[in-house]
């Protein structure tokens, strides 16, 4: 299949991006010199899946520090630009998910749901990555999910359905640019999706020279510009409920630029905090506030590195909002301007982790008070003492309400929502992104920034 495809890819590029090469695959003699482009040296976008305003505000009270005057800033506050609307294509004004929402920004164009990098036809669209990957750039996928989820997936496979991981795992080997992988750093979870009965493509990767990772101390001291790093069967855990092996978002970003400034032509970079909808999917304040803070810090050791690097294009969005979330809720059961941080300031790790507990021990009770000091009234104890522990998502869902009554959080999706998402962006370039945008003109003015 992708013998076939290749070509396409290559030539729904050119249309695309309005370059001129033949379609050959044979780029090594063309390559632009190194410092030749006119766009910033390397494009570091990261994805907030899932974060809204909400969200964004939400995680800015918690942090906020009642001792100073004013707001505790996020990472990207400076650097706000603009805002994207992120619906879908098919039919207009439908919301968009992970899948379609990745491939406006991948490349410029609107598909339909759960579709990476196709149109509604199974059509291939070129992606920014392998634009980069064509200009003689490195290339690197990160994110806290398995590394074959929707947003990363779009960068760099071409399905119309974003639940067959296997292949796309196969196309990050398949689909390759002169003789190599057309990514070079790949970390993430989705260790299942490389090492299967009828294929092992960690071998595949190993024997074309990648290192492969399987915890943090590995990572951190990772060596080569060719890697892999598996840290989780599916998803990494949550921030908070991380053991000490397992890197955070920040740790796998800055490995990854570290290895991309090897390549004197520059690189493309994109940092997916992935977590941050699946929690808002569980209607888990916690769990999002968690996933936040593992997004900020990435954020953060992003602009580091664009601060000293001089010749960096940082970019952060969303790719829509979920869950519906709002600071302040109807369900106290008052008239009640107030939404109460304090409360999900008294948890060490999440309704994930508090639900593993339960059901390893038969005792919910136990396991909510392990994670806070909140204390249960009676009405809440009898509640939570009736759930059935067999039920993973139901057990979550019960200890998540608790914290969202308590705290006021008001939810008014189980998915996602049409709201618009913020846009940050920081380093040459960043003035031609101000504004209210479609999503897919992100993903064009990338393709014009790699120019
Ligand atoms: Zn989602």
Not at 27 to 53: F, K, V
Not at 127 to 149: N, Y
Not at 407 to 413: C, E, I, K, R
Request: with cysteine; hydrophobic share 40%; net charge negative.
């Amino acid at each position: 299949m992708s013998a076939v495809r290749k070509p396409i890819i290559c030539c729904a590029l050119a249309l695309i991006s309005g370059l001129h090469w033949a379609c050959s695959g044979a780029y090594a003699g063309e390559y632009p010199p190194p410092g030749s482009r006119t766009g910033p040296q390397n494009i570091i976008l990261l994805i907030g899946d899932g974060m809204g305003p909400a969200h964004i505000k939400a995680y800015r009270e918690y942090i906020d520090d009642p001792a100073t005057p004013g707001a505790e800033k996020l990472a990207f506050d400076p650097y706000l630009v603009g805002s994207l609307d992120t619906d879908s294509s098919d039919p207009p004004g439908n919301i968009t998910d992970s899948a379609s929402s990745a491939t406006a920004y991948a490349t410029g164009v609107r598909t339909i749901d759960g579709a990476l990098s196709v149109d509604a036809q199974n059509r291939p669209l070129g992606t920014v990555l392998e634009h980069a990957k064509a200009l003689g750039m490195a290339t690197g996928l990160v994110a806290t999910s398995d590394i074959v989820h929707a947003t990363p997936a779009a960068f760099a496979s071409h399905q119309l359905d974003r639940e067959q991981k296997n292949d796309i795992a196969n196309q990050y080997f398949d689909n390759q640019h002169n003789g190599m992988p057309m990514v070079d750093i790949l970390l993430g979870g989705g260790h299942k999706y490389f090492v299967r009965d009828d294929r092992d493509l960690v071998s595949e990767f190993v024997g074309k020279g990648y290192s492969l990772l399987r915890n943090r101390p590995q990572l951190i001291n990772a060596q080569g510009d060719k890697l892999l790093g598996l840290f989780a069967r599916e998803g990494l855990d949550k921030m908070w409920d991380r053991n000490p092996t397992t890197p955070s978002l920040a740790d796998m970003a800055r490995v990854a630029v570290r290895a991309l400034s090897n390549n004197a032509r520059g690189f493309f970079l994109m940092v997916e905090g992935s977590q941050i909808d699946w929690a808002a999917h569980d209607n888990d304040i916690v769990g999002v506030i968690s996933e936040m803070q593992d997004f900020d810090l990435a954020v953060a050791a992003m602009l580091e590195f664009a601060h000293d690097e001089g010749n960096t294009l940082v970019i952060a969005t969303a790719d829509h909002e979920t869950g519906g979330l709002s600071i302040g809720s109807k369900d106290s059961g008052e008239d009640l301007y107030f939404w109460d941080v304090d409360v999900i300031k008294t948890f060490s790790h999440t309704p994930a982790k508090i639900t593993d507990e339960a059901q390893a021990s038969g005792n919910l009770i136990d396991a909510f008070h392990d994670a806070t000091t909140l204390n249960l009234t009676e009405k809440e104890r009898k509640n939570l003492g009736r759930v059935d522990l067999a039920n993973w998502d139901k057990t979550r869902r019960a200890v998540s309400q608790v914290i969202n009554r308590r705290s006021y959080t008001g939810w008014t999706t189980y998915g996602h929502t049409a709201v618009d998402v913020n846009l940050y962006a920081y380093g040459p370039g960043s003035e031609s992104l101000r504004g209210h945008w479609e999503n897919t003109r992100l993903g064009q003015r990338i393709f014009q920034l790699l120019k």
